[in-house]
């Protein structure tokens, strides 16, 4: 399953950068920073209507390169100018040709927060998110263990971070839930086949309980598939590829959002 060989991949890449900057280190720098963030991803999720998480990604592992010519600072200030309501940066290298510097430089030329888009299996990770100026770290159950998970949400706190939990069916839920997650994100894309079903959102959001965000990650193209999910109670969704293709993203935003 590509998830896990992603995973494994991660691992090793984590274990070359601790070598090289110990995680003690890391650390320390880390809790320099600020920690009195007052949550703004989930602030920014809990705005009244549908919120829009715009994704900036070059290249992903079932469709190759989606962007060639890759100017992140200049696509996040589009979102930003288009009204996107958080950022998710891809910073992993292998499979999505991320770089942890797109999230830095995109940092610095925007305001609304920003979620480092990676296969979080290091607790070194988060003190990484944190000094890259991410506001949200992703943590997904299938790579994770309950303890993981919990250990990796409580750390995201203590550092004024959130955490997008994401979940892939019925099983992850509960430990999503069982873990104390406050936003859980389901992925419409399976990662054994890549087939990409919306309803996998809609099936699943009935078991998350109505104070906890939701998220409906991938395969959203069309209002009616955004007026599908408002219906069904969706606080939130993620798109990419969609974003990512499209020469006027302002221009299908508003499309997305029902102001055209």
């Known amino acids: 399953m590509i998830l896990h060989e992603i995973a494994e991949k991660t691992r090793e890449r984590i274990a070359s950068e601790k070598a090289a900057f110990p995680l003690s280190e890391l650390k320390g720098r880390a809790r320099e920073c600020d920690t009195d963030t007052g949550f703004s991803f989930e602030r920014a999720l809990r705005k009244p209507g549908i919120s829009f998480i715009c994704e900036a990604k070059k290249a992903s592992p079932s469709k190759g390169v989606i962007a060639v010519d890759f100017p992140c600072v200049e696509i996040a200030r589009e979102y930003q100018r288009a009204g996107a309501d958080a950022i998710s940066v891809l910073t992993e290298p292998y499979y999505f040709q991320g ?17 480092r888009k990676d296969f979080t299996v290091d607790e070194y990770m988060l003190y990484q998110a944190k000094l890259l100026g991410a506001d949200a770290v992703l943590l997904i159950c299938a790579i994770l263990s309950p303890l993981q998970l919990t250990e990796y949400q409580e750390i995201a706190r203590e ?19 069982g873990a104390g997650a406050r936003i859980i994100g389901v992925n419409n894309r399976n990662l054994k ?10 099936r699943l959001r009935q078991l998350v309980p109505p104070e906890i965000l939701f998220v409906s990650e991938s395969g959203m193209k069309t209002r009616e598939d955004i007026r599908r999910l408002e219906e069904n109670g969706t606080d939130a969704v993620l798109i990419g ?20």
Do not use: C, W, Y
Not at 159 to 175: N, P, T, W, Y
């Open 193 to 202: 086949d890549f087939t990409v079903d919306i309803h996998n959102s809609i």
């Open 241 to 260: 590829e969609s974003f990512m293709r499209s020469e006027d993203k302002a221009g299908l935003l508003r499309q997305l959002r029902g102001a055209e």
């Open 99 to 115: 770089q942890d510097s797109f999230l830095e430089q995109i940092r610095r030329a925007v305001s609304i927060p920003l979620l």
């Open 159 to 177: 550092l004024g971070l959130s955490a997008l939990v994401e979940a892939h069916d019925g099983r992850e839920i509960e430990m999503a839930l």
